[in-house]
């Protein structure tokens, strides 16, 4: 079974950063709920200004789901670090010879956030 | 303000401007920035939540070895960019829209106001009789008045011009959905537990009810009953929806019994991520039983909606409901449930054809099912019905009943529905977005089948009375006329069919009446415009 490394206090850092997004994401009460303004014939009696009125309606509105749903999968992969977290100090407890930062089997009771370990890659580039 | 221009346009024969003008001076631009300010405010939140996920998954790396948690951090961010870049787009375009928009506004005020000027030096005044007017044109002034106001015409056309063009530069960036790139993402985290509540909930839920409905319709199928008939001919159709390679839902299940054709609804395509949602609605004599045909229709709108609009996912709801007249001849329950009572049956069946009472029940308990799917689809998915026949006269009454649908498409209707004059009746759906196709050469869309009826039935005060309410193709009911011709007419498809339905009506030409005719060709292209809210592609006509 490969060994994973784990350091629990700045994996609860992370889950913190990552609440820091989910904050963020959030879209604000207001928004989430305001009508749209726009009617039927707001930009014209045609059929192209009342399609566009429609595709504009649902556009703005599927950005706030997407928004809401990012966020939502954010605070639970949160959640999720936090548990991984608290598991981890258990198994540690428990053990006959911790060491920091621990190397540590993979218990199968772990939440198991996918297979261990192996360099990952460098990630998408930060926003500028 | 500006009638004094339409007026003496009419007079001297040229295209009246300020008609064309109309759109672009009522255009409400404050409106339209106003609701992609919403989306301004949400490219700044999902910038930064993706730079904070960033930050978290740099930091990550060190904390824990393991590689999943940084891929699903990875994942969170790009997908927030990857929204961000769509609304981005479409912010941009909204801002170009409006500025367009509001300086075609502004000259075209412009121009009215120096015709008016132009006009005036002329000795013409805003508040002048005709019959001044009138005796100023005799008097020489026709030419240099007609020659100002063709100019200010081709003026207010130019400037309409642009203002349609960026409206389609608009919806062209438009097409792009924010929401794809996060229905991309896992619903479960790696190990286990799930993710999100709104998209995930939605297809927890829609999962859920149609493991439980395919789990009833499994032990009702193994019973000789009607229920059994009746469930076995909706699992056939799921099947093969399925074979076919689509994704299917039941959305809805009741069992047959003696008397009644039972209920089911069943989806194709993922109802919780797409972005239209049309639901079919039979006519007479089909059932549940004999389900495989409108699962069929579905697939073919749903091809059709893919092609009418590139990208965006529709899922199709083949809805069989209510209680179809005539279908007791056709779906074999008859004959199981009453042994030697089928024909008998099968004639009191038939009596509903002659008016719409079935149709009104259908109406409530399409309302409330419309209801019901959109709880179970995205808060923004684009809602339509298409009916047909009585399926049409169905829908007609879910509408006037406060169906939460955007669009309604009414195939071949024998009448919108007793108690309803117009489209101006329907509590929820414009009569801008009330769209009715009846062939020329389909009877049953022609007064004659009133007539017919009431000589049939019995409840009826004479020759005037429409039994299934007025034509919704006729110019006083005020819906949208697609302007489509009917296709090759196919084969009626069982004798029975043809036989009852002849008898009944007494009409020729019923291969035009079906409703795989209305979904094919210009008619069924329309249709998919429609429910993909594609409007500027449905040509429509003059009503009759």
Redo the contacts between chains.
Sequence with gaps: MPD?????V??R??AA??R???D?????RL?AT?P?????????????????V?????????????????????R??AD??DQ?AAAFDDVEATAAEPAVPSQLP?PSS?????????A??A??P??R | MYEHLSRWAIFVGVPDPVAAA???L???TA??R???A??R??EV??????????????????????????????Q??????A?RE??TA?TGA?DGCAAV?DQASTLTVRAFDAATVSLAALGRDPAEGLNVTARALQEGQQEPVAAILTSLSEEVTRLNGL??AS??E??HA?A????D??ER?PTS????????????GRAAAAGELDAGLRAQLAADAAAGSAAGINARGILDAVGRAEAGGEQVTVLAYEPASPGQQGRAAVALGALHTA?HVALLVPGSFSSATRMTTGVEHAAALRAGAAVASPGDETAVVAWYGYDTPGSAWTDGTAVSSVPGGAALLAIGDSLPLLDDAAAAVGGEELAADVGAFRALA?????FSAVGFSMGATTLSHAAEQNADL?DIVLLGAPGAGRGISSAEDYAAV?P??TYVVAFDQDPITQAGVDVRAWLLGDDFSGPAAEPFGPDPAAAPFGAQVVDAETNEPVDVETPVVAAVAGAVSGLGGLAHHRFGNYLRGSSGSATASVVT????D?P?KAPR
């Excluded at chain 1, 429609?54 to 954010?74: H, I, K, M, N």
């Design positions: 994973l490394t784990v350091d629990t700045v994996l850092q992370v950063q990552v820091d997004a989910v963020v994401l959030t879209p604000n928004d305001a749209c303004p726009l009617v039927d014939a707001s930009l014209g009696a045609s059929a192209l200004g009342r399609e566009v429609g595709l504009a309606e649902r556009r703005v509105r599927q950005g706030l789901e997407a928004a809401d749903t990012l966020s939502t999968t954010a639970a992969a999720g670090l991984a993979a772990l939440p198991a956030f996918g297979p261990p370990p192996a990952g890659p990630g998408p930060r926003p | 109309q759109d672009v009522t255009a409400d409106s339209l106003a609701w992609f919403v989306a405010r949400l939140r999902l910038w930064q939540g993706a730079a904070a996920l960033l930050d978290a998954r740099a930091v990550l790396g060190a904390a824990w070895s393991a590689e999943a948690p940084r891929h699903l951090l990875d969170l961010s790009e997908a927030a960019l929204s769509v609304l479409q909204a928009l203002a349609v409206l389609g608009l919806q438009l792009g959905d924010p929401l790139p996060v993402l985290l790696p190990g286990g537990g799930r993710l999100g509540t709104g998209l995930a972005d995205a808060p923004s998915a684009h955007d414009e801008a977005h809210g594609r409007y500027a449905v429509t």
